[in-house]
């Protein structure tokens, strides 16, 4: 059995997390949501890093009791380093380092792009691991991309966003709507009772691999504004279908785009990763693909998460990738 313990620390959003892993296997994954956005309509990034400082510490000490380990048995720790909030990134990293100095074991930086990919390598038996090469589609609150993955440490982004990320477009389009954010979980809740097909938007016409998804927010508040003129209770009386059609319309613009990822580079293993990928009709539309092998990370995945962290901390551990004390977290860490 592989002993190797790492210790993973996410806070590079409005999560902070900690989560401790036996190689691939999860011993306890701690999340504390911050609550304090809901009322701005999205993250303040000063009170982001202030709620990160007063958890960080609980969120640890919970993840190593639910572990069941002693704190001596840790053998690395792997933190976020970037993209994110430079407030939130700051608290994490010198979490980390901190604790990697007082304990004396490595330190290892994680892009948290990679984490999303990797907690595909998470041991669960409701998830099966995608085969190499295999296409992912990534989709966070602020990234779309599609990466082909080659190895665990080797991928490269085919295709991005050239705007704003599928999860922004869910948030944005929920705020016109007047709902809470983070709105995607939502306009998901609220579809299952909607008519998909009940208003349509544009569809953006971007020819490569990249994708648009400002176009479809200005066609949704153009048609909020002019039925609103008509009828002030229009957004009440049609929030199901508006939700369904607006759900449709995202997840219609992100399997094209897989598809024809898929078709160029003859990759039939397709994966989804990140927030977005807990949506409930994309997990759907993909289950449907026959002619693909997909993969669809466990709910408790697909948001951020440490435990994400730490399974890719783990492969640049057995790859002896380690960070260096001085190493400086970027909100904008390329890929
Ligand atoms: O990966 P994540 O937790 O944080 C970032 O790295 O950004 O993703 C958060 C995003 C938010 O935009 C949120 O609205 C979206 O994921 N999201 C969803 C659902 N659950 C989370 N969007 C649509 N349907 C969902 N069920
Ligand atoms: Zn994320």
Redesign the pocket.
Known sequence: MNKTIILGIES??D?TSAAILRGNNVLSNVIANQKVHEKYGGVVPELASRAHQQNIIPVVEEAISKANIKINEIDAIAYTNGP?LMGSLLVGSSFAKGFSLGLNIPLISVN?MHG?ILSHFINDDEMKKPEFPFLCLT?????TQIVLVETHLKMKIIGQTIDD?A??A??KSAKVLGLKY????L??KYSLDGDVHKFTFGKPKIKNLDFSFSGLKTSIMNLINKEMMKDSEFINQNLNHLCASI?HSIVEILIDKILKASKQTGIKNIAIA???S???Y?RKRLSYMDEHNIYIPKFEY???NAAMIAIAGYYKYLNNDYAMLNEVASARLKF
Not at 139 to 143: A, C, E, K, L
Not at 182 to 185: A, D, L, V
């Open positions: 590079s959003c999560d994110g948290h999303h989709v966070s609150g602020g990234h990320a999860g922004e869910f948030d983070p709105g995607g979980p306009i998901d759900q990140g927030g977005v807990a949506n409930s994309l697909c948001t951020d």
